[in-house]
C-alpha cells in the first residue's frame, strides 16, 4: 500500500512539473523593445495603477521574467482574479478580470450586537463596501463574527454567508444569523483554597452563576477577559494576606454539549503565610535615604502584602523621577526564611543616568487644538525630567473632559542618552450634546428640559451651553460662556444670562411667584494645582409676582421694599474636588464655598453655603460617605435677609423623609417660606446591588439624615434637627442618574410633612 501510494505521489509530481514546463514555453518569447503597452479589462480600476505596477516602460526591453515579475506584481494588489499578458508584435496586452467589489453589508437576526458594531468589525478583516472581495475574505468575515458572538458567551450561533451579484461587477453581502441562547455559568469551584472560603473568594469574582437581576449584569456569562481579570483580583487578594507563594494551577472551563452550560473550576496552591521581618535599602538613593525610607509602606512585623511592595517600589521610581532620573530602576528582592515563614526585603535602588525633556509631541488629537493640550503640562521641554510634573501634566490633561483615554509614553532619543521624547496620546471623545426630555420627580412633578452644550467648542477649550429646564416649581433659562484660559496663566471666565421661576414648595396650591432676571460674570482664579477661588458680580431684578396664596411674609417684604427688588451681588467662591469620579465617586473629597454680597441696590445681604463630602472605599464593594453642609445669610444695614434668597430643605439631597422643601419657618398663613440658615448633615453607606456583582452603576444604600432650616434671628439649636434613617437604590440609568429612597423620620415635631418614599433624575447626595 505504502509502494503504491509512493508511485501515485511521483506521478503527481512529474505531471505538475510537466505542466508547469508547459505553460512555461507556451508564454516564452524572445526579449524585445516594448512599443506600447495596452490594458484590456478594467472596469473600476484606474489604468495608471496597472502601470505604476509593471517592472517595465515603453521602449525598454520585455523578457519572461519581467513578465513573470509583472503578473506577480498586478496579483499582489490583491483587485484582480486572473492576469495575462499576450504579445503582439512588440505591442504588450495586459489582460485582467476584476475581482467584484462589495457593494453592501447586511445582517439579518442581529440582536445581541447593532450593526454599526458588526459592520465596524467586519472592516477590521478587510470587508466593507467599496472593497474588492473573494471568498476568503468571506470566510475570515463569517469567523470574526462568530468570534464576536462568542465573546458574548453565545457558542451556538450559527452563520450563513448569501452571496448576491449585483451590476457591474459587484456582490451583496448578508450574513443570516442565529444566536441562540448564551451559554450561562452554572458552577465555579476553587480547590485548593484552605485560609479562605469558597463563598469568600467568589465573592471577588465579577463572574458568578447568575441571579434574579442577571438580565440586566449579565455577570453568568462565561468571557475569558473577564475570568483573567477575576483570576488576578484572586491572586491579589492572596498576595495582600501574606501569601506570598500562591500560584492558580490551573484553570479548567467545560462546556455543556448543547452548549449552553458552563462549569469553572479553578485550581490554587496557597502556600504559607509568611510575615515581613525587616526592610532595609542597598544602592544610590542620592544621599536622600532618610526622604527614601519615609516612602516605605513595607511594615515589619505584619504579614506580607504585595500591594505594599508594589506601592513602596512605585513611590521609589517616582521620587527618582522628581530629580530628573527617568530611567531609574528599583527592585525588590525577597529574603525568604521557610523554617520561619518570614521574609525580609532588599529594596535595591539604581537612579542610571539623569535625562531632560527635549521635546513633547502630542498625538490623538483630532479636533482639539495642540495648545489646548499643551497649556495644562507642568513640564516643560529642554528641562529636566521631572516625574511628578509628568504625572500632573497627565492628570491635568484628563481633567478637561474631553478625551475617553489619555496617557505618556517616554520615548529615547538615539544617540543622546541623556534626552527623551515625551508622546502624549489622547483619544477624542464628543464635547458636544443636545437633549430633549422629560422627567418626573415626587416634588416636580412632570418637568421638560432642554439643553446644548459645546465643551470644547471648535477644538478651542471654550464651553458654551443653553439650558432649558420647566417644572411645577422650579423653572429656569440660561446661557453660559466660559474660556477657562481668558489669560495665559489660568484665570477662567464665565459670562452668564438667566431667568428664573421659583414657586416654593406648598401643598396649599397658588400661582404666586418669584422671579429673578439677571446676567454675570465670574473669574476662576487658580491658587494652586487643587484649589480655585472665583469672584464674580451678578446684576439681577427679582420680581415678587402676587398670586392666590402668596406668603404673608413675601407680601410683608413687599410692602415694606417693593415687589421688584434690583441687586448687583458680588460673588467669591472655593472648591476643591479630588473625587475618583463626580456620579459614582468611591474615594476622595470635594469641597465648595459660596459667598453672596448684596452690596448695592435695593437689597442689603450676605449669604454664605459651605458643602464638604466625604468617600471612604471600605474594600471593593463598600463605600462610606459623609456629606456636611451649613447655609449662613444676614440682613444688613438694618434690612432683613430678602426672602428670595432664602434656603431650604427636606427631601433628596437633603434630610430624606421629609416633603421636598417643607423643613423651616412657615409664616402665618401655614406657607412655607424657607429661611437664612441651613444644616444639613448625611451619612451613607452603599454597596452593590444584590444579583449585581460588583457593577457601580446600580447600588443599594443604607443612610442616616439630619438637618433643618433657621429663619435669620433664630438660633441653630441641634435638638431642633429633624433626622431619619432608610435605604435606597442609586441607578445610573440611560435616562440620567437615578435616586430612589424610602426614609423614617426618626425625629419629628408636629407639623412636619412626611413623605417616606421620594425619587429623583440626577445628582444630589
Do not use: C
Amino acid at each position: 500500500m505504502n509502494k503504491q501510494l509512493t508511485r501515485f505521489r511521483l506521478r503527481t509530481v512529474a505531471a505538475v512539473a510537466a505542466m508547469i514546463l508547459a505553460a512555461n514555453t507556451a508564454w516564452a518569447v524572445d526579449p524585445f523593445t516594448v512599443r506600447d503597452i495596452r490594458v484590456e479589462g478594467l472596469q473600476r480600476v484606474e489604468p495608471g495603477t496597472i502601470f505604476a505596477s509593471l517592472p517595465f516602460r515603453v521602449g525598454e526591453t520585455y523578457n519572461d521574467e519581467k513578465g513573470s515579475a509583472a503578473i506577480r506584481a498586478l496579483f499582489a494588489l490583491g483587485l484582480f482574479k486572473d492576469v495575462r499578458l499576450e504579445t503582439n508584435g512588440d505591442v504588450l496586452v495586459v489582460i485582467v478580470e476584476e475581482r467584484p467589489t462589495v457593494a453592501d453589508v447586511d445582517f439579518v437576526g442581529t440582536k445581541e450586537f447593532d450593526k454599526d458594531t458588526l459592520k465596524k468589525a467586519m472592516r477590521e478583516v478587510g470587508l466593507a463596501e467599496g472593497r474588492p472581495f473573494d471568498k476568503a475574505l468571506a470566510d475570515r468575515a463569517e469567523q470574526e463574527l462568530k468570534r464576536q458572538y462568542i465573546g458574548r458567551s453565545l457558542y451556538g450561533v450559527d452563520v450563513v454567508t448569501t452571496v448576491t451579484p449585483v451590476e457591474r461587477n459587484r456582490v451583496n453581502l448578508t450574513f443570516t444569523v442565529v444566536e441562540g441562547e448564551p451559554a450561562k455559568i452554572r458552577e465555579i469551584h476553587l480547590v485548593g483554597n484552605k485560609a479562605f472560603s469558597e463563598s469568600t473568594l467568589r465573592g471577588l469574582f465579577d463572574l458568578d452563576t447568575g441571579g434574579w437581576l442577571s438580565w440586566y449584569t449579565k455577570s453568568d456569562r462565561y468571557s475569558r477577559t473577564k475570568l483573567n481579570a477575576d483570576l488576578e483580583t484572586l491572586r491579589s487578594y492572596y498576595l495582600a494576606r501574606g501569601y506570598l507563594e500562591f500560584r492558580i494551577d490551573s484553570t479548567q472551563v467545560a462546556i455543556s454539549p448543547d452548549k449552553k452550560d458552563i462549569s469553572i473550576t479553578i485550581n490554587v496552591t496557597e502556600g504559607d503565610l509568611f510575615v515581613v521581618s525587616g526592610v532595609k535599602l542597598e544602592g544610590n538613593y542620592l544621599g536622600k535615604d532618610d526622604e527614601f525610607k519615609s516612602l516605605i509602606t513595607i511594615h515589619p512585623g505584619e504579614p506580607y502584602n504585595a500591594d505594599d511592595v508594589a506601592q513602596t517600589t512605585k513611590a521609589f521610581t517616582d521620587y527618582y523621577g522628581n530629580f530628573g532620573f527617568a530611567f531609574a530602576r528599583v527592585e525588590a528582592r525577597p529574603e525568604i526564611d521557610h523554617k520561619t515563614n518570614r521574609v525580609s526585603f532588599v529594596l535595591v535602588g539604581e537612579p542610571s543616568r539623569r535625562a531632560y525633556v527635549r521635546r513633547i509631541h502630542v498625538a490623538g488629537n483630532t479636533r482639539t487644538r495642540d495648545e489646548v493640550i499643551r497649556r495644562e503640562f507642568r513640564q516643560f521641554e529642554a528641562s529636566w525630567y521631572d516625574g511628578e510634573r509628568i504625572k500632573l501634566s497627565r492628570d491635568r490633561v484628563d481633567r478637561l473632559g474631553f478625551f475617553k483615554d489619555v496617557n505618556i509614553e517616554t520615548q529615547e532619543v538615539p544617540g543622546s542618552p541623556d534626552q527623551i521624547d515625551l508622546v502624549i496620546n489622547v483619544t477624542e471623545k464628543p464635547a458636544g450634546s443636545i437633549q430633549l426630555g422629560a422627567g418626573y420627580s415626587s416634588a416636580d412633578r412632570i418637568s421638560l428640559s432642554f439643553s446644548i452644550k459645546n465643551e470644547n467648542v471648535f477644538g478651542s477649550g471654550n464651553y458654551l451651553g443653553l439650558q432649558v429646564n420647566t417644572s411645577k416649581y422650579n423653572r429656569i433659562i440660561s446661557l453660559d460662556a466660559t474660556d477657562p484660559y481668558f489669560t495665559p496663566d489660568g484665570i477662567s471666565r464665565t459670562l452668564s444670562v438667566y431667568q428664573r421661576s421659583l414657586r416654593p414648595y406648598s401643598d396649599m396650591g397658588g400661582n404666586y411667584r418669584l422671579v429673578t432676571s439677571g446676567a454675570g460674570l465670574r473669574f476662576g482664579i487658580p491658587f494652586s494645582e487643587a484649589d480655585r477661588v472665583f469672584l464674580g458680580i451678578n446684576g439681577e431684578q427679582t420680581k415678587i409676582q402676587p398670586g392666590t396664596n402668596i406668603p404673608a411674609a413675601y407680601l410683608a417684604y413687599a410692602e415694606n421694599y417693593g415687589y421688584t427688588s434690583t441687586a448687583f451681588p458680588l460673588t467669591l467662591g472655593w472648591s476643591r474636588d479630588d473625587r475618583d469620579s463626580a456620579l459614582a465617586p468611591n474615594s476622595g473629597r470635594y469641597q465648595r464655598l459660596n459667598s453672596e454680597w448684596g452690596a448695592f441696590g435695593d437689597t442689603r445681604y450676605v449669604r454664605n453655603n459651605y458643602q464638604y463630602q466625604q468617600y471612604i472605599p471600605l474594600n471593593k464593594k463598600y463605600t462610606l460617605a459623609f456629606n456636611g453642609e451649613l447655609g449662613l445669610g444676614k440682613g444688613l444695614e438694618g434690612r432683613p435677609f430678602p426672602v428670595f434668597k432664602n434656603f431650604y430643605g427636606g427631601g433628596l439631597g437633603s434630610v430624606r423623609g421629609f416633603d421636598q422643601g417643607t423643613l423651616g419657618p412657615h409664616d402665618v398663613t401655614g406657607a412655607i417660606v424657607g429661611g437664612a440658615k441651613k444644616v444639613v448633615m448625611n451619612a451613607e453607606l452603599t454597596a452593590p446591588f444584590p444579583g449585581a456583582g460588583n457593577d457601580r452603576t446600580l447600588r443599594i444604600f443604607a443612610f442616616g439624615d439630619a438637618g433643618n432650616i433657621y429663619g435669620e434671628t433664630e438660633r441653630i439649636l441641634f435638638n431642633e434637627l429633624r433626622s431619619s434613617v432608610g435605604f435606597g437604590l442609586s441607578w445610573i440609568s440611560p435616562m440620567g442618574p437615578l435616586r430612589f429612597a424610602i426614609a423614617n423620620p426618626v425625629r419629628k415635631f408636629p407639623g412636619d410633612r412626611i413623605q417616606r418614599l421620594q425619587f429623583q433624575i440626577g445628582t444630589s447626595f
